[in-house]
């Protein structure tokens, strides 16, 4: 295998990384389940999300425990302003549109193309952006090992950030399963492009330029949106009366995501 990896084809890879989580987003095309399947797909999507929320975080937390190690004060204190901002960010962020969105569907007054989000269609696209913010990181890290010559930790990155995209996909997709209506070809589109799209402009500035502090303040800025999210499927799981089935799903997610990392770390043994 050669020793290097050109631009486009590291483009290429990124791009390849993020389209996979459309794999998942075709479940947004099944037509809706019994309740109580309904009530599965929502908990395995939390417990998915919250592996993601502990993989992104701990990210962030390992480049300010560098700082830590390197006894550089700048640094540590500014990463860690970087990952308490990010955080609060992510979910105030989110909560400020959340808010915004609901007075202003408010002031509707006409029939509108906006009939088409629904509350659960706005879960799916906060979901969307949250991980979009993630995969932006993600993009980050193989623009950078490819343009160092990394070609095997390059290759690497690649099929598991594919692999962990193809179950964010169902993640996103979860919250339309109730839905009467299967989502629309557009809608699953946009979605793709948001959570997946920023996978390979992360690669493109990774190749162009490094900087682990920058990939501190989006892994925060998705672990915040993380949580938001999951506390409002978490509301959806209540109005559903899961019961046993919450606690079934997150630990189907939560196996789901770490089997995936496991993938990704043998491969790199």
Not at 30 to 46: E, Y
Not at 95 to 107: E, F, I, N
Not at 186 to 194: D, E, P, T
Not at 226 to 252: D, M, P, S
Request: no cysteine; charged share 10%.
């Amino acid at each position: 295998m050669s020793a290097h990896i050109t631009f486009a084809n590291t483009v290429l890879l990124g791009f390849i990384a993020g389209a996979t989580i459309s794999l998942g987003l075709l479940l947004g095309r099944m037509k809706a389940p019994a309740p109580r399947f309904r009530a599965l797909l929502n908990a395995i999507a939390i417990g998915i999300l919250l592996f993601l929320f502990v993989d992104v975080l701990h990210g962030a937390i390992a480049q300010l425990e560098v700082a830590i190690d390197t006894h550089n004060h700048g640094l540590t204190f500014l990463r860690t302003v970087l990952v308490i901002g990010g955080l609060a960010l992510g979910i105030l962020g989110l909560v400020g549109y959340d808010s915004w969105s609901k007075r202003r569907r408010a002031k509707l007054t006409e029939v509108s193309e906006e009939n088409e989000w629904t509350p659960a269609a706005r879960m799916s696209m906060l979901l969307a952006v949250g991980i979009g913010l993630h995969n932006f990181g993600e993009g980050l890290a193989i623009g950078s090992s490819a343009h160092s010559g990394a070609v095997s930790l390059t290759t690497v990155l690649v099929v598991g950030f594919a692999l962990h995209n193809a179950t964010e996909g169902f993640g996103i997709i979860a919250p339309l399963s109730g839905a009467s209506e299967r989502a629309s070809w557009k809608f699953l589109g946009l979605m793709a492009v948001i959570s997946g799209g920023p996978t390979t402009l992360g690669t493109i500035v990774g190749w162009s330029w490094t900087s682990d502090t920058l990939s501190v303040a989006f892994y925060a800025l998705a672990a915040g949106s993380i949580i938001y999210v999951v506390a409002q499927l978490f509301t959806v799981a209540q109005r559903q009366k899961a019961g046993n089935l919450l606690f079934y799903g997150i630990i189907i997610g939560i196996s789901t995501g770490l089997l995936t990392e496991l993938i990704v770390e043998l491969a790199n043994a």
